[in-house]
């Protein structure tokens, strides 16, 4: 039976398509961690990178940002520009994903880049003191993130109470910001059409509170329920969309791959505006402080982790602080056209190292072991996401490097050419071995229900016929077996990425050569992308056929696997893109070689590099480079003794660390202070990654200071006195601010915590012990307060 329609893929696309003249691309995947109030320092490097990515676009005229950001703009278009020696750039932003805090961040950010703007206020519009003048991002975190009654601080006597804070408010003002941030209208001919805007993908993550969980069985069946709540969700807006049909198979097999209108999920007029908002405001939904958020109801393509139906969803952070995996993945799926640096940047606003105390450590008191209870199960979710980067890198760095080599030297050496071929004849039983128990436990991981047996063998398939595993080559020839492909759809994969690999590696010896540019752009955008249809296609046939089979023997699960084969008639479809894909690189490397020859050599790669480890399955990888991009930096325009010390004690010159990571919510100057610092750092980071020196910092530190209206001796002067700070400073501060502001602030926060507390949807046996606990804590701070002068 073939299937009429299947489910759309989305190759995630490059962002802009490099000019001749243009030297080097920088693209950066943002990964933005979680941090409560750490948001407005997070906000103030969002805005950075903001600037930077419209600065290296040639397409942004200097006037189109404001008058107060125009200093650093073109600093950082200088700096990209090409002269001096240093190379032409244009730095991409084309994949965030963010957690908590980070969720608001990214989501904003990446709404931005995929409507064709920016998140800076009107450039006709001089900054001021107006909050129509800043940018849309930091009127989200200066104004609307404020513990105020009618903004985050609920006011005493709304009852029954969701949550201490308004996380309704909150979730109105990022909705009504998001709807604000409008694509830009062009003009064609008479009539105004939208302006062609760059692919990018956003993932963020929650934490479901339902009763979510995933079935395994043991090796004698016993039953395993494995509860997970992780949800990550993926909003994106793709170059174009390819869907594979098997129905259209016909004289010309490129009808079984109509490009389709890519779905854009952030167009604000047929998008998902009010579902971003959601789902950001849902991830930052901060336990007890904020209430949870209701998970619309979502396809797939938007949900793509998270077991269960929709829930009640909370913060991102409680289970996955740094979605690392599907970012990863996107990394590896990105289109080519030319030379390509990728910069991973993990926006952390904590500290990278900490110095150990001398002598004997002290028994810990409860308060630390609590702590440890609550804080240690993320710790082990960065550890595990760290050590998989660190496992993406070499896998990036090592394997496919290997193997890229060795394919360019039997390209140019037939006497190792010979010899790989029989390296890989003597080693095909193995591999083949190998490929057909590995996709059997690939097809079983598709299904809900997942066995923890021991791996089955090839023998258990019985009289089955694998049609994912190479048929052996006849005696008389010495030819691998490519029409029909029974490689499988992996192999096919791997195959297109070794072309590619190979392609880079000569683009970068040779950067100006057109044909092998036109060669990656053709293999990225058409051949990876169908590729990737045909398994979308596949891993949905698959799953509707193992539904109630995924433990079922190995030969009836082969013989599922090979009825959707051929139902999709995937043998003669792999084979016609990679022979497509054999040809394309053909033209633009020019081997010397033949496409049977280069497409042979290609396949003795896969099996020798593969035979020992075929059954795992292979995640794509793409070189790139790790940034963490966190407060413990550097900071120049302070002088060297003074950032030195900054640096030691980074922790400690953001308000955002202060109360429980809630202190920048307290009052808008902290925000402005951890805003501005977030400026400086994420310039004192990038600018290392783009190669610029300390001079260069320096100056353009002081051009961020230009921008925010703050002195150079005002800004040492107020760091001095964060290192130090205290609570006790901290309320002193905010007793002296006119117009009473900072005491009717506390006592407004400490009435309305109380309140909330009080007031709560408890349950019923809770209600009058928790109203009976928030009186008696009312009066004591109260009496604490006006012994502090308030």
Not at 69 to 75: G, L, N
Not at 134 to 139: E, N, T, V, Y
Not at 217 to 229: I, R, W
Not at 417 to 436: D, K, V, W
Request: with cysteine; proline share 7%; net charge neutral.
């Amino acid at each position: 039976m073939a299937l009429d329609g299947l489910r759309r893929v989305r190759p995630h696309a490059m962002l802009a398509r490099m000019d001749a003249s243009r030297d080097e691309e920088i693209r950066l995947a943002l990964v933005m961690n979680g941090g409560v109030s750490l948001a407005v320092w997070m906000g103030g490097v969002t805005h950075e990178i903001d600037l930077l990515r419209r600065a290296t676009d040639p397409a942004v005229a200097p006037g189109a940002v404001p008058k107060s950001d125009q200093p650093m703009f073109e600093r950082w278009r200088a700096a990209c520009s090409g002269s001096s020696g240093r190379p032409r750039r244009r730095v991409i932003v084309d994949v965030v994903a963010g957690t908590s805090a980070g969720g608001l961040n990214g989501t904003l950010l990446a709404t931005a880049i995929a409507r064709g703007t920016a998140l800076d206020p009107a450039p006709e519009v001089d900054a001021s003191d107006a909050p129509a003048a800043w940018s849309k991002l930091r009127r989200v975190w200066r104004e609307d993130a404020a513990l105020q009654f009618d903004k985050l601080l609920p006011r005493p006597g709304r009852r029954p109470r969701p949550s201490v804070l308004d996380g309704a408010f909150f979730a109105r003002a990022v909705d009504k910001v998001l709807r604000e941030i409008k694509s830009p209208v062009e003009t064609t001919g008479n009539k105004p059409a939208q302006a062609q805007s760059p692919p990018v993908t956003l993932f963020v993550t929650a934490t479901s509170t339902g009763p979510d969980a995933r079935l395994y069985q043991d090796a004698f069946g016993n039953p395993l329920t494995c509860p997970d709540h992780r949800r990550v969700f993926r909003f994106e807006k793709p170059a174009r969309q390819y869907t594979y049909r098997a129905n259209l198979w016909g004289e010309s097999p490129a009808q079984a791959f109509p490009a389709d209108v890519p779905r854009n999920d952030f167009d604000e007029h047929t998008g998902l505006p009010n579902v971003l908002a959601s789902v950001a405001r849902a991830s930052a939904s901060y336990p007890l402080a904020f209430a949870p958020v209701a998970e619309p109801e979502l396809s797939d393509t938007v949900r793509v982790q998270g077991v269960g139906d929709a829930s009640w969803l909370m913060d991102g952070g409680v289970l996955d602080n740094a979605p690392f995996g599907p970012v990863l993945e996107a990394i590896a799926s990105r289109e080519l056209s030319g030379p390509v640096e990728r910069l991973l940047i993990y926006v952390v606003p904590s500290a990278g190292a900490h110095a150990s105390a001398e002598g004997a450590e002290p028994e810990p008191r409860w308060t630390r072991v609590l702590s440890g209870a609550i804080q240690h199960p993320r710790e082990a979710d960065l550890r595990a996401d760290v050590q998989d980067i660190q496992a993406l890198l070499e896998q990036a760095d090592g394997l496919n490097a290997e193997s890229r080599d060795f394919f360019a030297a039997l390209l140019t050496k037939p006497d190792q050419r010979e010899q790989a071929a029989a390296t890989a004849r003597l080693m095909l039983n193995t591999y083949r071995q190998g490929r057909t128990v590995g996709g059997i436990f690939e097809a079983r991981r598709l299904v809900a229900t997942t066995s923890l047996a021991a791996t089955q063998t090839a023998a258990d398939l019985g009289g089955t016929v694998p049609l994912w595993v190479p048929e052996r080559p006849e005696p008389d020839t010495a030819a691998l077996t490519v029409a029909p492909w029974r490689w499988g759809i992996t192999a096919a994969e791997r195959t297109v990425r070794l072309f590619l690999r190979d392609l880079r590696r000569r683009l970068g010896e040779a950067p100006g050569n057109v044909n092998v540019s036109k060669g990656l752009t053709k293999l990225s955008t058409e051949s990876l992308p169908r590729i990737d249809a045909v398994k979308q296609a596949f891993t949905d046939r698959l799953r509707l056929g193992l539904e109630g089979a995924g433990d079922a023997p190995a030969q009836t699960v082969g013989g599922i696997i090979n009825q959707a084969i051929e139902d999709l008639r995937l043998t003669e479809a792999l084979a016609w893109l990679v022979s497509e894909a054999t040809a394309s690189y053909c033209r633009a490397a020019e081997p010397g070689l033949g496409a049977d020859e280069v497409l042979q050599t290609a396949l003795h790669v896969e099996v020798i590099s593969r035979a020992f480890h075929v059954r795992s399955p292979s995640r794509p990888a793409a070189p790139f480079k790790f940034l963490r991009l966190g407060p413990d930096v550097a900071t120049p325009v302070l002088g060297t003794a003074l950032s030195d010390q900054v640096k030691a004690n980074a922790q400690s010159k953001l308000y955002g660390t202060q109360l429980a990571h809630f202190g920048a919510f307290g009052d808008a100057d902290w925000r402005d202070w951890d805003w501005l610092l977030g400026r400086l750092d994420a310039v004192a980071h990038l600018s290392r990654a783009l190669g610029l020196d300390e001079e260069w910092v320096l100056k353009s530190q002081l051009a961020v200071l230009q921008s925010e209206n703050v002195s150079r001796h005002e800004l040492s002067a107020r760091m001095q006195s964060m290192l130090g700070l205290t609570l006790s400073g901290l309320l002193d501060d905010l007793k002296d601010r006119p117009d009473h502001r900072g005491r009717d602030l506390v006592r407004n926060l400490v009435d309305s915590a109380a309140d909330g507390l009080a007031h709560l949807e408890h349950p019923a046996a809770l209600r009058w012990p928790a109203r009976i606990f928030a009186r008696a804590i009312r009066r004591p701070l109260r009496l604490w307060l006006r012994t502090k002068g308030f």
